[in-house]
C-alpha cells in the first residue's frame, strides 16, 4: 500500500521540522516537560499528522479541513517559541530560525489549500 502523502514536500519538511522541534525543546528547563515542552511537541506533532490525516480524504473539502488543522497547528507551535523566547529558553537567532521554518511551512500548506479550492472551483482541470 502507498502512502500519498510520503511523496509530498510539505510532509517531509513537517516531518524535519517536528524532529528539529523535539530536539530543540529537550534543551528546555525539566520543570517545563508537562507545560510548555509537551505542548510544543504535540503541536508539532499535529501538524505532521494532519497532513497525513487530510491526504486521504475523499472530498477537497474535507482535506481542506486537515491543512486548515495543520496551519492551526503550526500557529500554535509559533505561539510557544514566542514563550520560549519571552522565558529565554531559546535566543533571538533560534526564534528566527524557527519562525522562517514555521512560515515555510505555512506557506507550503497555503498553496496546497490553493491547489484544492481551485481544483473544487475547476473540477475539469
Not at 40 to 46: E, F, G, I, M, Y
Request: aromatic share 12%; with cysteine.
Amino acid at each position: 500500500m502507498s502512502f500519498k502523502f510520503h511523496g509530498w514536500q510539505v510532509y517531509k519538511d513537517a516531518r524535519t521540522f517536528r524532529k528539529e522541534v523535539k530536539q530543540t525543546t529537550k534543551t528546555w528547563p525539566s520543570d517545563e516537560k508537562y507545560i510548555l515542552i509537551s505542548q510544543t511537541d504535540r503541536a508539532a506533532l499535529s501538524v505532521v499528522l494532519a497532513i497525513a490525516e487530510g491526504s486521504n480524504r475523499r472530498t477537497e473539502n474535507n482535506k481542506i479541513v486537515f491543512i486548515n488543522r495543520a496551519l492551526t497547528s503550526l500557529d500554535e507551535v509559533m505561539a510557544c517559541f514566542d514563550c520560549a523566547l519571552d522565558d529565554v529558553y531559546i535566543d533571538e537567532d533560534k526564534y528566527k530560525y524557527f519562525y522562517n521554518q514555521i512560515e515555510n511551512l505555512a506557506k507550503q500548506l497555503r498553496g496546497l489549500e490553493n491547489h484544492l479550492k481551485n481544483a473544487i472551483e475547476h473540477p475539469e482541470s
